[in-house]
């Protein structure tokens, strides 16, 4: 079955940097589009950022351009959140997710409802 595997968040000071991780199995993982959101306490999930299957395509949510940058290496079946100059705001629980079927060679998405396998999480958290 299909897993999505987050790792890499933890505490970090605001302006600090972390990069999250995603090794994802049980998919030919080059076939998709992948993307990252995020939930804070009392809040809906909402998109970070989305990758095309050879990454050609990128897209962010504006709450984050400029500051994360969203790359994959289908030869490790991962795909990466950098993210630096972190706020406060940024504190969230962060999720890799990956749509119900292959996606088109430039095809993105930036809905929860785009996205089928979801994984456990990652909690982030930025003090002030």
């Known amino acids: 079955q299909v897993q999505l595997v987050e790792s890499g968040g933890g505490l970090v000071q605001a302006g600090g940097s972390l990069t999250l991780s995603c090794a994802a199995s049980g998919l030919t993982f080059s076939n998709y589009a992948m993307g990252w959101f995020r939930q804070a306490p009392g809040k809906e999930r909402e998109f970070v950022a989305t990758?095309?299957?050879?990454?050609?395509?990128?897209y962010y949510a504006d709450s984050v351009k400029g500051r994360f940058t969203i790359s994959r290496d289908n030869a490790k079946n991962t795909v990466y959140l950098q993210m630096n100059s972190l706020k406060p705001e940024d504190t969230a629980v962060y999720y890799c997710?990956?749509?119900?079927?292959?996606?088109?060679?430039?095809?993105?998405?930036?809905?929860?409802?785009?996205?089928?396998?979801w994984g456990q999480g990652t909690q982030v958290t930025v003090s002030s």
């Open positions: 990758i095309s299957r050879i990454g050609g395509t990128t």
């Open positions: 997710a990956a749509p119900w079927s292959p996606s088109r060679p430039i095809e993105v998405h930036t809905t929860p409802r785009d996205y089928h396998y």
